[in-house]
């Protein structure tokens, strides 16, 4: 087994993927929906293709199918976790990477700083009274292989940046930003992974290169939701196309449920 596959084993020992189903999911914002009447049927380790023009509810579906947003009407699973009902579990077993207002990574810190800090946090929140108290230089070789694991997994190799860790965010290009995102996201060794703006501002080379990475950690088993705008061949393709929006709202039994226009933003806020 080559390097990037063995990294992606060791991850998936840990983060088996889980099947996500939809069935007339919408969520409803102070604005009106955001996105109505979506359903698929999707298989643990699948690569899972929101795609639509931006503006049209995506990030808002990434969100809610990752239990961020509270959806308003229908319902999705996540595994045997039902939305909305257990929206905590499905964060506690899911990570993002690349949301705009939710995972920006800060430009003004270096590459390193931000694996450090992740991390710690990773140590803090995930480990066990027993596992934090196991010798010091134990929990650093975990630390340490967790770090290599996901920087393994996301392709992305530190040697090969500017000034290698020391690098600062504001100097990677988009794919190696977007490459850096994944793998803080995978130090918490997901079931579940939501990625947004998968393509965007990326050349063809570019989105060939990481739809292929994309689809190596479905091959491991996690589970990948990801936001494009034109969804790669074999993906589980669910639209937010307009036309299907405007379809959605000829609907409108539910127009008039206030609680779900209060609720849907608010929760967001909170998760």
């Known amino acids: 087994m080559d390097e990037p596959r063995a990294a992606v084993a060791e991850t998936s020992r840990t983060a088996e993927g889980v099947a996500v189903v939809a069935a ?8 009106g929906w955001a996105f109505r009447g979506v359903g698929f049927d999707a298989a643990p380790g699948s690569l899972i293709a929101v795609e639509g023009p931006s503006g049209s509810g995506r990030t808002c579906l990434l ?23 257990r929206m905590a579990a499905v964060r506690r077993i899911s990570a993002l990477a690349h949301v705009p207002g939710v995972t920006d990574l800060d430009p003004a810190l270096t590459v390193g700083e931000h694996v450090r800090e992740r991390a710690l946090l990773q140590r803090r929140f995930d480990g066990s009274l027993r596992g934090l108290l196991r010798p010091r230089t134990e929990r650093a070789a975990e630390s340490r292989l967790r770090i290599d694991t996901a920087l393994t997994a996301a392709g992305l190799d530190l040697e090969s940046l500017p000034k290698g860790s020391r690098t600062a965010v504001r100097d990677l290009d988009r794919l190696q930003a977007l490459r850096l995102s994944l793998a803080l996201a995978l130090m918490g060794r997901p079931r579940l992974l939501g ?8 050349s063809d080379d570019e989105r060939t290169e990481m739809w292929a990475l994309l689809r190596s950690l479905t091959e491991s088993g996690i589970t990948v939701v990801a936001v494009c705008s034109e969804a790669p061949d074999g993906a589980v393709v669910v639209s937010t196309a307009p ?29």
């Open 243 to 271: 036309e299907r929006a405007a379809r959605a709202r000829e609907d409108v039994s539910h127009d008039n449920d206030d609680k779900e226009k209060a609720d849907a933003l608010a929760e967001a806020g909170r998760a």
């Open 24 to 31: 007339d999911f919408g969520l409803k914002g102070p604005g």
């Open 63 to 85: 969100l809610a199918l990752t239990g961020r947003m509270k959806p308003g009407e229908g319902h999705a699973t996540v595994g045997s976790l039902r939305l909305p009902k």
């Open 195 to 202: 990625v947004d703006d998968t393509d965007l501002k990326l």
